[in-house]
């Protein structure tokens, strides 16, 4: 066989094995938020991960915008501790007060992060960058003394909210039946 | 009683010797391609052999074995409602498994047996001594390059017949079974990672693609050339590159997939 | 006696347990034709294979052109290998290449020539097998007589200074054993260059031969111009060179007693 039909039918082949590797990578995987992208990490602190798994997808109203990066228990506190690595681009915009909660997909589906944001303010956004904070600010958190920073790299969150734990949950009602 | 423990002796020193002979082979072929202007066309000519030839049986059983998995997975799932996730049920299984292993098995099948003859008959016929005689070094002149187009062919392979099967997947359950087209595509994105499943399933097809065309090679290189034992060299590929390409997925998935 | 290009010296060679050659010399003389003879089945193509270096003897030496090819490094050998070709007995042409790209492979390994050179040498070299016609016919469509002059002519393509024949009259007809003895005469004298014969064809190669090695029995057991041979006193070499059926090589294969094995077959 003449030797340029082999060379075309070798491309032709070697162009299928790269779209499949692409289609794979794109619309299967997905690798747009696959880790890929610049993340920052934050901590927090749960008393129960329920069935929390790593690379589970944190969400704000829905929408990913992280996965939970390890998740492993405190040396000196006991209690379980969840890294969450956050798309760069959320960087120093929460507020330290932010919730962030375990939830469930559906009755049988799997857990993921709930954040509910809450906006850092501006003159503390600019301090999380690093940018001088401008002088002449009359903030409102200023004035009435609330402390509020902003989220960076390595922070703690504080305001948490457990997985819902079946038998806890019959336990409790089952309690307050009693009680009444 | 002497005389088994002489042949038990003997049979293993054997195979002490053929894992040298195939080793030098490897390593007198794997580095040692003829230089660029004469050794790419030998290579694209192998990759054609080798990896276009195989394209058809890949596509074909890539595409039924996708529709069997969702044929099947749908049946389990629909008992729990969880029909959705067939895309991540379909896509893991052929990525981190099906895909590799399957590829290998009928690579092992169609171009590992097809190599092992032709080299055999090679030997038979005297051409490798006579390229020999002719101080051109056959490892050079004939391994190598088929060494390399096995290697570049069957992860490429491997991922089209995974890409192939995740479309029949699709025709099956999505255009027949009536899962919504969106959230097969949505939910089988969030569960598959570029790292963890399709680049190592990319690797162990790597290691599939060393064993294969490294035992077919061997096997012909070394048959004892009579047609019989061209007939048994190739039968030995086969097989031994069956058990091998099982045998290290065992050991592949415990090493990448175990937390 | 005249220069030699190939030099024997106390050869001893063995495949596993079995000892093939034992203790063996012989020359091949510069610019001649020598012919290797003996029984089937005693190592002769083993021989040629230890000439060209692809197998290792287990003592003794063998010179090529004052070299010793045994203590050579690969790099040496495969020097050496362009000096010399070798003809198989099933041609060994490359089943997926045309003659004539056949015949332009070793240019084309070894030389930087361009393709129109090449063309020309290999379209003279076929004009000197008979074979320029079938330049672009493909090995499997070869006669098997065509076949072997198509792979004398991949032979001759570098010019080489010896040419070993491993069996080249085996399986022939009458008529291309008669022309490929005319081409291995011919060639010979045309090119000058060595020629090494391993057959047992006799009556071919008496006719051309200028020497002659007859080896048996682990060694050489006749060596000279074919005349001495045909007058040598060996009953082996004279059994051998008249083809008679039993002499010092017994027809029957070792066995036992005739009778006892009939008898033991009754009673059993």
Redesign the interface.
């Known amino acids: 066989m003449n030797?340029r039909k082999?060379?075309i039918?070798?491309g032709?082949?070697?162009f299928?094995?790269?779209?499949?590797?692409t289609?794979?990578?794109l619309?299967?995987?997905?690798?747009g938020i696959?880790?890929?992208k610049e993340t920052f990490e934050l901590n927090a602190k749960f008393d129960n991960i329920g069935s929390l798994k790593?690379?589970a997808?944190i969400k704000v109203g829905g929408v990913?915008i992280g996965r939970v990066e390890n998740i492993f228990v405190d040396p000196t506190l006991y209690v379980p501790v969840v890294s969450l690595a956050i798309d760069k681009q959320y960087e120093c915009k929460f507020a330290d007060t932010t919730n962030v909660s375990i939830l469930t997909s559906g009755i049988?589906g799997e857990q993921y992060l709930g954040i509910s944001p809450v906006i850092a303010s501006e003159s503390s956004q600019q301090s999380c960058l690093g940018q001088a904070v401008a002088q002449s600010s009359d903030d409102l958190d200023e004035l009435f003394g609330v402390e509020s920073k902003a989220l960076k790299h390595g922070d703690m969150l504080r305001d948490t909210k457990s997985a819902l734990v079946l038998e806890e949950l019959i336990g409790q009602f089952l309690f307050n039946q009693g009680g009444e | 009683m002497m005389d088994l423990f002489q042949r038990l002796g003997r049979t293993t020193l054997d195979k002490f010797a053929a894992i040298g002979r195939a080793t030098q082979m490897l390593l007198g072929s794997l580095f040692n391609l003829p230089n660029p202007r004469k050794g790419f066309?030998l290579l694209?000519?192998q990759?054609?052999m080798v990896?276009?030839q195989s394209?058809l049986i890949i596509m074909v059983s890539g595409l039924f074995i996708g529709m069997v998995l969702a044929l099947q997975g749908y049946t389990v799932l629909v008992d729990?409602?969880?029909e959705d996730s067939l895309g991540p049920l379909v896509?893991l299984s052929l990525?981190r498994e099906l895909g590799p292993v399957v590829t290998a098995l009928l690579f092992a099948g169609r171009a590992g047996s097809a190599l092992t003859a032709e080299i055999g008959l090679m030997k038979a016929t005297e051409q490798l001594s006579s390229l020999e005689m002719m101080a051109v070094d056959p490892l050079k002149r004939i391994i190598a390059p088929r060494f390399w187009a096995g290697f570049i062919?069957m992860?490429?392979?491997a991922?089209?017949f995974?890409?192939?099967a995740?479309l029949g997947a699709h025709l099956v359950g999505v255009d027949w079974l009536g899962i919504d087209t969106g959230s097969f595509?949505s939910i089988?994105?969030?569960q598959?990672?570029?790292?963890k499943?399709?680049l190592n399933g990319l690797i162990k097809s790597l290691v599939f693609a060393l064993v294969v065309t490294w035992i077919a090679l061997y096997k012909g290189y070394d048959c004892i050339p009579t047609s019989e034992g061209i007939s048994k060299a190739t039968t030995e590929t086969v097989v031994h590159s069956s058990l091998a390409v099982l045998g290290l997925d065992f050991v592949l998935t415990a090493v990448m997939f175990s937390? | 006696m005249s220069e030699s290009i190939v030099e024997v010296k106390k050869l001893t060679f063995s495949r596993g347990d079995r000892k093939i050659y034992e203790n063996m010399s012989f020359t091949v003389p510069k610019g001649k034709i020598t012919a290797i003879m003996g029984p089937s089945g005693i190592g002769k193509t083993t021989m040629l294979r230890l000439i060209g270096g692809q197998l290792k003897p287990d003592s003794g030496d063998i010179l090529f052109e004052g070299l010793s090819i045994p203590s050579m490094s690969r790099s040496e050998l495969y020097q050496t290998r362009t000096k010399m070709s070798m003809l198989f007995q099933s041609g060994a042409l490359f089943t997926d290449m045309s003659v004539f790209d056949n015949v332009a492979f070793p240019l084309r390994e070894h030389t930087r020539l361009s393709e129109a050179l090449i063309r020309l040498i290999v379209l003279m070299k076929l004009q000197a097998v008979g074979l320029r016609g079938a330049k672009d016919l493909m090995p499997a469509e070869l006669s098997g007589g065509m076949a072997r002059r198509a792979a004398l002519a991949r032979a001759i393509a570098l010019d080489p200074e010896l040419i070993m024949y491993d069996e080249p009259f085996a399986g022939q007809d009458p008529i291309s054993m008669g022309v490929l003895v005319r081409l291995i005469k011919s060639l010979n004298e045309v090119l000058g260059l060595s020629s090494l014969i391993v057959t047992h064809d006799v009556h071919e190669v008496m006719s051309i031969a200028d020497h002659v090695v007859i080896i048996a029995k682990q060694g050489v057991i006749g060596e000279g111009t074919p005349e001495e041979m045909l007058k040598h006193d060996s009953p082996l070499v004279q059994q051998f060179l008249q083809g008679l059926a039993d002499g010092p090589v017994p027809f029957h294969f070792k066995a036992n007693p005739y009778e006892q094995d009939l008898l033991n077959g009754v009673q059993s």
């Open positions: 030797s082999i060379e039918l070798v032709l082949f070697v299928l094995g790269v779209a499949a590797f289609m794979l990578a619309k299967v995987a997905n690798a696959g880790g890929s790593v690379r997808p990913v049988l | 066309p694209v000519r990759l054609y990896g276009h394209l729990y409602g969880a896509a990525l062919s992860p490429l392979l991922l089209i995974s890409a192939v995740i595509w089988m994105q969030a598959v990672s570029l790292e499943d399709i937390n």
